[in-house]
C-alpha cells in the first residue's frame, strides 16, 4: 500500500508540470482530488489493510493528500498568473483589424446595368459556350475560312476548328436554329482574342451582343432601341451618332458614338477632344446569315449591335487603362 502511495505521489507531480492552462488544470483536479479521484480511492482501500498498519499508512495518506492540495494550489497561481500577464501585455490603442465589405466588381456592375436596360426593354438574355466550334463563330456568321474579317479576330485554337469564341454571335446563330421568329435577345458573355495586351486591349474581354428579328424589322427601330439605351445608360441628354462601316453579318452596318457625356460635347481629354465617344457596333443582318439558319429573308428582317462591357465600363467612369480591371487592385477597386 505504501508504494503504490509513492507511485501516486510520484505520478501527480510529474504530471503537475505539464499542464498549461485552466482546462488541463481542472481535468487533472478532478482525476486525482475529485471524490472520485485516485487519492479518494487510496483512502478507500485502508478497510482492506490489517488494523495495526492503518495508524501509519493514514498518516501517508494524509500528508500526500495535503502536498497534493498545496501543489495544486500552486500551480494553479501560476497559470492564473500568465494569463493575467498576457493580458496586461496587450495593447489596446492599437487600432482593431479592419474588415473590408463585399462588392460587385466595376465590369459586374456596368454588364447588370446593361441587362437591366435592354431587359426592360422586351430582350430575353441568352446565353452560350465560350469554347465554339468554327462553324457557329465564323461561317454560320458570313465569315468563310478566307475572309480577311477573320485577321481581326485572332483566337486561341483548343484543337482543329474547336476555338475560344472571339465574339457572342455564335449564340445568336443557336438561339436562331432553335426558335422561329420572332426573336428578341441579348448575349452577355467572356470573348477571347489573340491581342497584345496593352492600355486600350486584352486577351479576354466581356461582350453584350444583341438580336431582334421579326417581320418588317427596320434601321429606324434599331436607332429607337440604341437611342433609348444610350439615354438609360449615360443621361437624357445624351445624342448618337451613326457612322457607316462594314461587319461581315450586317448590311448596312454602323458604328454608333454618343455624344461626350463629361463635356457635353464640347471636346475634353475622354474624348479626345472630338465630342464624341463610339460605344458599339451595329446592323440590318445580312441575308446569308438567316440561310445558315434557314430563316426566309423574303419575310423577316433583323438587326444586330454588340458592345464591349470594358469600353462601356472605361467611358462611363472615366478609366484610361482596362488592365485595371484585372489586377484585382483594392485601390482600384473600392472606388466602385
Excluded at 501585455?89 to 456592375?109: A, C, E, M, N, V
Amino acid at each position: 500500500m505504501i508504494n503504490q502511495i509513492e507511485e501516486v505521489k510520484a505520478k501527480f507531480l510529474e504530471e503537475l508540470q505539464t499542464l498549461k492552462d485552466e482546462k488541463e488544470l481542472e481535468e487533472f483536479r478532478v482525476k486525482y482530488l475529485g471524490r472520485r479521484g485516485i487519492i479518494q480511492s487510496l483512502f478507500d482501500k485502508l478497510k482492506e489493510i490489517p488494523r495495526e498498519e492503518k495508524p501509519t499508512v493514514g498518516k501517508i495518506l494524509n500528508e500526500l493528500k495535503e502536498l497534493a492540495q498545496e501543489k495544486f494550489n500552486e500551480k494553479k497561481k501560476e497559470i492564473e498568473a500568465k494569463k493575467e500577464k498576457v493580458k496586461i501585455s496587450l495593447d489596446l490603442t492599437i487600432p482593431g483589424r479592419f474588415k473590408y465589405t463585399g462588392r460587385k466588381h466595376p465590369l459586374t456592375q456596368t454588364l447588370e446595368e446593361i441587362k437591366k436596360i435592354f431587359v426592360s426593354m422586351g430582350f430575353e438574355v441568352a446565353s452560350g459556350p465560350e469554347i465554339e466550334d468554327d462553324y457557329h463563330n465564323f461561317e454560320a456568321l458570313n465569315i468563310p475560312p478566307e475572309h480577311p474579317a477573320r485577321d481581326m479576330q485572332d483566337t486561341f485554337f483548343i484543337k482543329e476548328n474547336i476555338i475560344l469564341r472571339t465574339h457572342t454571335s455564335p449564340v445568336q446563330i443557336r438561339v436562331m436554329k432553335s426558335k422561329q421568329p420572332p426573336v428578341r435577345i441579348i448575349a452577355p458573355g467572356r470573348v477571347y482574342r489573340n491581342e497584345a495586351i496593352s492600355a486600350r486591349s486584352y486577351c479576354l474581354f466581356h461582350q453584350v451582343e444583341g438580336l431582334y428579328v421579326d417581320e418588317g424589322v427596320s434601321f429606324a427601330e434599331l436607332k429607337g432601341t440604341l437611342l433609348a439605351f444610350a439615354k438609360q445608360m449615360f443621361g437624357s441628354s445624351v445624342k448618337l451618332r451613326f457612322r457607316p462601316s462594314f461587319f461581315p453579318f450586317t448590311e448596312p452596318s454602323a458604328e454608333v458614338d454618343v455624344s461626350c457625356f463629361i463635356c457635353g460635347g464640347k471636346g475634353c481629354k475622354v474624348c479626345k477632344y472630338g465630342g464624341w465617344l463610339e460605344i458599339l457596333g451595329c446592323g440590318m443582318v445580312d441575308p446569308n446569315v438567316f440561310k445558315f439558319v434557314g430563316y426566309d429573308s423574303e419575310r423577316y428582317t433583323g438587326y444586330a449591335f454588340g458592345m464591349g462591357v470594358e469600353r462601356i465600363a472605361m467611358l462611363k467612369y472615366g478609366i484610361d487603362d482596362i488592365r485595371l480591371f484585372y489586377e484585382n487592385d483594392f485601390r482600384f477597386l473600392e472606388q466602385f
